[in-house]
């Protein structure tokens, strides 16, 4: 990968999960859309995971570590896969879908997980059905901030590609495609 593109990309993440810690409605931040972006945008698999996770690694350092963690960076890396199938489709229609993919992916992981662990439901289908009930007013947070951070990430690549060529993904025949 082109440094500057890599530099561009890394940044563009960083950003992202710096705006974890300015103050916004619940659950209206940019996880989803980072893992998203650099699973669709990091050519190397290792760097779309690690950037990311990285990113979310260090804002929780500013945040607080809390009980769900593992269950949340599951959830956070099977969106990165989600954002490698976007790679050779990085089209409005796709990226808004798979944005919706990695909402409802996250809501279904992260609330089955406080469930499971049992602290604040009990261990029966009523009490799972209780948990994603009490969850579904976050949802709409959810759904904002991913459509408002995967806008920015993906739209604000596409502005730098066209005005900036050398960040473009070099086209080659490498089995990894270009984007």
């Not at 563009?12 to 669709?40: D, K, W």
């Not at 963690?69 to 890396?77: C, D, E, K, R």
């Not at 499971?116 to 261990?123: H, I």
């Amino acid at each position: 990968m082109k440094k500057p593109r890599l530099a561009v990309l890394t940044a563009m993440i960083l950003t992202a999960a710096a705006a974890r810690l300015l103050p916004h409605p619940p659950n209206f931040t940019p996880i989803a859309a980072m893992a998203l972006f650099g699973g669709a945008s990091f050519a190397d698999r290792r760097l779309a995971f690690a950037v990311p996770l990285a990113a979310l690694l260090l804002s929780d350092l500013c945040l607080g570590f809390y009980r769900l963690l593992p269950i949340v960076y599951g959830s956070f890396a099977l969106i990165v896969c989600i954002g490698f199938w976007l790679r050779t489709r990085r089209r409005v229609l796709p990226v808004v879908v798979t944005a919706l993919a990695g909402s409802f992916l996250f809501f279904l992981i992260t609330n089955f997980g406080v469930w499971a662990t049992g602290a604040l439901y009990p261990q029966t289908w009523s009490g799972l059905g209780n948990c994603y009930g009490a969850a579904i007013p976050f949802f709409r947070n959810t759904l904002l901030g991913d459509g408002v951070f995967t806008a920015m990430l993906f739209g604000g690549l596409a502005l730098a590609e066209k005005h900036f060529p050398i960040l473009r993904a070099p086209c080659t025949a490498a089995p990894v495609p270009c984007v």
